[in-house]
């Protein structure tokens, strides 16, 4: 396994706006995730992801200005008013390139709301502001980084035949778009700006100060 942080270290004090997927308030997604932490407390070589900063990252952005932020959040706003929640189910979770994560599913609902969300963005900050897209989204969240370059052939066995929960489940009804920020060789954390339904029912909210 590679080293996750070596590849991805941001300037100090950097804020970087992504849409994200949450966890808070999803007790089955915490079950899941705390049924891996005695297994994943046993690799120093991980850096684990606490629960309640658990997340599915839609769309990397970078820095915005607050004005360019509300924009891409009202872009976003219009775009999912017509998608429907839907419901999806979290693992399993396997040992990858850099780290632990955890596939969700179905895809196919995912990847709508991706290429929605991304399209709105592009057309606040234009497209060569965004990251490459990939050819497939591939929704997912992770459950630790690594830290170091290592054999992680143990800690695929283990995954495989020491640790299986059932499958998590909950509904997708939301969105939000967070400022992060990054504890090199720690964590990201956020705080967030606006959390954007899907569908018509529920209403825009907005957040300027607290964290998410």
């Given at each position: 396994?590679?080293?996750?942080?070596?590849?991805?270290?941001?300037?100090?004090?950097?804020?970087?706006?992504?849409?994200?997927l949450l966890f808070q308030g999803e007790p089955d997604v915490h079950r899941f995730a705390h049924a891996h932490a005695d297994l994943?407390?046993?690799?120093?070589?991980?850096?684990?992801?606490?629960?309640?900063?658990?997340?599915?990252?839609?769309?990397?952005?970078?820095?915005?200005?607050?004005?360019?932020?509300?924009?891409?959040?009202?872009?976003?706003?219009?775009?999912?008013?017509?998608?429907?929640?839907?419901?999806?189910?979290i693992g399993p979770a396997h040992a990858i390139h850099n780290g632990v994560v955890v596939d969700l599913y179905p895809e196919e609902?995912?990847?709508?709301?991706?290429?929605?969300?991304?399209?709105?963005?592009?057309?606040?900050?234009?497209?060569?502001?965004?990251?490459?897209?990939?050819?497939?989204?591939?929704?997912?969240?992770?459950?630790?980084?690594?830290?170091?370059?290592?054999?992680?052939?143990?800690?695929?066995?283990?995954?495989?035949?020491?640790?299986?929960?059932?499958?998590?489940?909950?509904?997708?009804?939301?969105?939000?778009?967070?400022?992060?920020?990054q504890d090199w060789r720690r964590l990201y954390s956020w705080t967030a700006h606006a959390t954007i339904p899907l569908g018509r029912?529920?209403?825009?909210?907005?957040?300027?100060?607290?964290?998410?």
């Open positions: 396994m590679k080293d996750f942080w070596s590849s991805h270290q941001w300037p100090p004090s950097e804020r970087r706006v992504h849409w994200h994943l407390s046993r690799y120093p070589q991980l850096t684990h992801v606490p629960v309640e900063w658990l997340h599915a990252t839609i769309q990397s952005i970078g820095p915005l200005t607050d004005e360019q932020s509300t924009a891409v959040a009202e872009a976003g706003r219009a775009v999912l008013a017509d998608l429907q929640p839907f419901d999806i189910e609902n995912l990847s709508i709301v991706y290429w929605a969300l991304r399209k709105a963005t592009e057309g606040v900050v234009g497209p060569d502001a965004l990251p490459p897209a990939p050819e497939l989204f591939w929704p997912h969240l992770s459950l630790a980084y690594s830290n170091t370059r290592w054999s992680d052939d143990d800690l695929k066995r283990a995954l495989a035949k020491e640790v299986r929960p059932s499958r998590a489940r909950m509904t997708v009804e939301r969105v939000v778009l967070v400022e992060q920020q029912a529920l209403p825009i909210t907005t957040n300027l100060g607290g964290e998410s």
